[in-house]
T-cell receptor
Framework: AQTVTQSQPEMSVQEAETVTLSCTYD???????LFWYKQPPSRQMILVIR??????QNATENRFSVNFQKAAKSFSLKISDSQLGDTAMYFC??????????????FGQGTRLTINP | DSGVTQTPKHLITATGQRVTLRCSPR?????VYWYQQSLDQGLQFLIQ???????AKGNILERFSAQQFPDLHSELNLSSLELGDSALYFC?????????????FGSGTRLTVV
């Protein structure tokens, strides 16, 4: 079974700084998808960024980028020029293969990120 | 508005009772997923339906059941409720196979068992 581990329960940085959130996963699949979701105090789950395992190029979405190391099964999220609105819980997630209509997202335990003014 | 509608937003009920949570997926999405998030925890996968049929099952208790109807909306039934069932229950939907856009989540139903 796939597992996702986020080793940093909490992080705190100053506004405008760069912060990196760690994520490792375990799978025997060769082609898969990885995601980072953000959950602000409103509790809404918001997709931040996705990465396809067969692509060597790291995904980037504005201030958000990932460092995907397939061999190491590592998928970290970097937030540049952090803003107060980035304060949230961040979840790393692994998407299982689509097999006869069956699929699921497996989530890590989350990292609570606080951006201080 | 994500396009995934969950009702009710809040629910308070007593131990031993039964409740039904409802989810309407985003237009065009055939897959519905249910997740449970206990306080400050990660999201635990409960069950997935695709086009009306159960396709994947997670750590869903026997006291819990779900179904997806012909109009694709889904209901999660929780019975013989215990204090530990208090949690935020999310519904998500996706197209098949959901890899382009991930899952779209509803705003959740917060269940409090007293």
């Amino acid at each position: 079974a796939q597992t996702v581990t986020q080793s940093q329960p909490e992080m705190s940085v100053q506004e405008a700084e760069t912060v990196t959130l760690s994520c490792t996963y375990d799978t025997s699949e060769s082609n898969y998808y990885l995601f980072w979701y953000k959950q602000p105090p409103s509790r809404q789950m918001i997709l931040v960024i996705r990465q396809e395992a067969y692509k060597q190029q790291n995904a980037t979405e504005n201030r958000f980028s990932v460092n995907f190391q397939k061999a190491a099964k590592s998928f970290s999220l970097k937030i540049s020029d952090s803003q107060l609105g980035d304060t949230a819980m961040y979840f790393c997630a692994f998407m299982t293969a689509w097999i006869q209509g069956a699929q699921k997202l497996v989530f890590g335990q989350g990292t609570r990120l606080t951006i201080n003014p | 508005d994500s396009g995934v509608t969950q009702t009710p937003k809040h629910l308070i009920t007593a131990t031993g009772q039964r409740v039904t949570l409802r989810c309407s997926p985003r237009s065009g999405d055939l897959s519905v997923y249910w997740y449970q998030q206990s306080l400050d925890q990660g999201l635990q996968f409960l069950i997935q339906y695709y086009n009306g049929e159960e396709r994947a099952k997670g750590n869903i208790l026997e006291r819990f059941s779900a179904q997806q109807f012909p109009d694709l909306h889904s209901e999660l039934n929780l019975s013989s409720l215990e204090l530990g069932d208090s949690a935020l229950y999310f519904c998500a939907s996706s197209d098949a196979p959901g890899r382009l856009y991930g899952y779209t989540f509803g705003s959740g139903t917060r269940l409090t068992v007293v």
